[in-house]
C-alpha cells in the first residue's frame, strides 16, 4: 500500500510562490501515474495536474497552465507541485494522488480513478 504526505502549504500574497512536496511511502511510484488535485471552500475536488507514470506525459488544468509545474524526483519516491504567481483562486486543500499505470501511457483526469490519496496541506493566498 502506499502511503502519501504532502507539504509546502502555507498562507501567501497574490503573486507569491510555493513548492508542494508529496512524499511516498510504501513503495515508490514508478508504476503509478501521479496527480495533484485540489478543493477550494464550498467547492468540489478538481484536477490541477497530473503526470504519467514514465514521466514523459503532464496535463494542467486550464487555470493554473504556465504557472504550476509538476514534477517528481529520480527516485520516484516524491512528487513535487511548484506554484508561481499565485491568485486568490487558488486557495484550496492540495491532495496529491497515484492512480496504477494504465497501458499507452494513458491517465485518468478524475479523482475517482485514484487509488491513494495524501491528506492535503492548505494553501491560502490572499488579494
Known amino acids: 500500500q502506499i502511503l502519501l504526505e504532502e507539504s509546502g502549504g502555507g498562507l501567501v500574497q497574490a503573486g507569491d510562490s510555493l513548492k508542494l512536496s508529496c512524499v511516498a511511502s510504501?513503495?515508490?511510484?514508478?508504476?503509478?501515474?501521479m496527480a495533484w488535485f485540489r478543493q477550494g471552500p464550498g467547492k468540489e475536488r478538481r484536477l490541477v495536474a497530473v503526470?504519467?507514470?514514465?514521466?514523459?506525459?503532464?496535463h494542467y488544468a486550464d487555470s493554473v497552465k504556465g504557472r504550476f509545474t509538476i514534477s517528481r524526483n529520480d527516485a520516484k519516491t516524491t512528487l513535487y507541485l511548484e506554484m508561481n504567481t499565485l491568485k486568490p483562486e487558488d486557495t484550496a486543500v492540495y491532495f496529491c494522488?497515484?492512480?496504477?499505470?494504465?497501458?499507452?501511457?494513458?491517465?485518468?483526469?478524475?479523482?475517482?480513478?485514484?487509488?491513494?490519496w495524501g491528506m492535503g496541506t492548505d494553501v491560502t493566498v490572499s488579494a
Open positions: 503526470m504519467s507514470a514514465s514521466g514523459r506525459d503532464t
Open positions: 494522488a497515484v492512480e496504477r499505470a494504465r497501458g499507452g501511457g494513458s491517465y485518468s483526469l478524475m479523482d475517482y480513478s485514484y487509488d491513494y
Open positions: 510504501g513503495g515508490t511510484l514508478g508504476n503509478y501515474n
